[in-house]
């Protein structure tokens, strides 16, 4: 009975974590999307629910220059369009990078295993993002120290085979309750930033290096919504692996 009033209090925790989280995002007046003349390097990130994607047309565009796409989530769940995907992005000549959805009810070293099973290590791709939020992700409800720790123990597991500092995507409340002012307890990291509601501080852009501006947007290539994203115009480090990215004549 103890067990069950303890998982019904952690699934209340976690709702309410979910409803904070959406209603962060719908309480932000509607804002401009961000131009090519303000952020020149725009991209997008996507799963399977993407369907079948014309890269040769999406790769034409002047507002995608990357593709993050989902490779895995948890231990075991491996996304059926990352393979192909992750091969066509390369052949388009985009600049590519791959996604893990970080459950909270699995070990880091687990969730590691599957990634190194699944995504590719090469050259010149954007380095590991990890995805961490409430929505869509099991019930638990972790305190800053567990987390830490498990995310230690999967890029321990990694061992380095993904070079370069990870990229953590999360949003503001996200980042509020366990990394401000907790960074040093984290791994070094870039900052992928979810705010499809309004535009981040001019002077937040220290802290970010990749802005999720809308989770509606629309482009050419593929049918559907898809998730629109900006670099930081000030990011340098990321940003030089797009001199040499192929970009396919329209």
């Known amino acids: 009975m103890k067990r069950k009033h303890q998982a019904l209090a952690a699934a209340g925790i976690l709702a309410v974590a979910s409803a904070v989280y959406l209603a962060y995002d719908r309480a932000m007046a509607p804002f401009s999307p961000p131009s090519l003349t303000d952020y020149p390097i725009q991209g997008i990130d996507i799963s399977h629910h993407q369907g079948a994607i014309d890269w040769k047309a999406l790769a034409a565009q002047p507002n995608v220059r990357f593709a993050i796409m989902k490779a895995t989530e948890g231990g075991d769940h491996r996304d059926t369009r990352f393979a192909e995907n992750w091969q066509a992005a390369k052949t388009s000549g985009m600049v590519r990078g791959a996604y893990h959805f970080f459950t ?10 599957n990634v190194l099973a699944t995504v590719p290590s090469e050259p010149g791709t954007l380095p590991l993002a990890i995805d961490l939020e409430f929505t869509g992700n099991c019930g638990k409800v972790p305190t800053r120290e567990e987390l830490s720790a498990e995310l230690d123990a999967f890029f321990d597991e990694l061992n380095g085979t993904y070079p370069g500092k990870p990229i953590f995507y999360l949003n503001q409340p996200f980042f509020d309750q366990y990394l401000r002012g907790h960074e040093e307890s984290f791994p070094a990291h870039y900052l992928w930033l979810r705010s499809i509601a309004q535009e981040p501080a001019v002077g ?11 989770d509606r947007g629309s482009v050419a290539g593929i049918q559907g919504p898809v998730d ?6 000030s990011e340098t480090e990321l940003s030089s692996l797009f001199h040499d990215a192929t970009i396919v004549p329209r």
């Open 104 to 113: 909270f009810c699995r070990p880091g070293r687990e969730q590691a295993q």
């Open 204 to 214: 937040d852009c220290f802290i970010w290096s990749i802005w999720q501006f809308n």
């Open 228 to 233: 629109l994203n900006a670099f930081c115009p």
